[in-house]
């Protein structure tokens, strides 16, 4: 086996148990989005959105990787909420920007705090094996 085989080979297996990881603690995630009272698409949008610099439709679809009329959805069911409003762009009136309101900024950072808190598993670890991984995470960009 070569080394660029040997590093494909283990690089298959750390995303595999990562991943895996992910899936297997989804639900502890899940359940705090459910306590927020947000979908998983609300999730990426808060993650995608602050109260100061606006995103506009466009730049939210694409990031979001879907038309532009699922971005209008996800907007209007945040602005429904009172978590996002629309404003003016300020070089081009066509244009939108969305922004997060005061109470959309405090839920992203509750709802931050819920997605950020290890998993069980991972509390469970002893501190070597904790700073073990942390240090293995920092090597990804």
Known sequence: MTDDEERAA???????????????TRPERDTALAELGLTANEYKALH???????????????????DASTATWTVDR?????????????????????????????????????????PAELRELDAASLRTIR???????
């Open 48 to 66: 995608s959105l602050d109260a100061t610099s606006g995103r506009t439709m466009k730049e939210l679809a694409a990031e979001w990787r879907c």
């Open 10 to 24: 283990l690089a298959g297996e750390a995303w595999r148990m990562m991943f895996d990881f992910l899936i297997r």
């Open 135 to 141: 240090d293995a995470a920092t090597l990804l960009p």
């Open 78 to 118: 945040l602005q429904r909420l009172d978590l996002a409003e629309r404003r003016t762009h300020p070089t081009d009136r066509r244009a939108r920007l969305v922004v997060l309101t005061p109470q959309g900024a405090a839920m992203r950072a509750e709802l931050m705090r819920a997605m950020y808190a290890p």
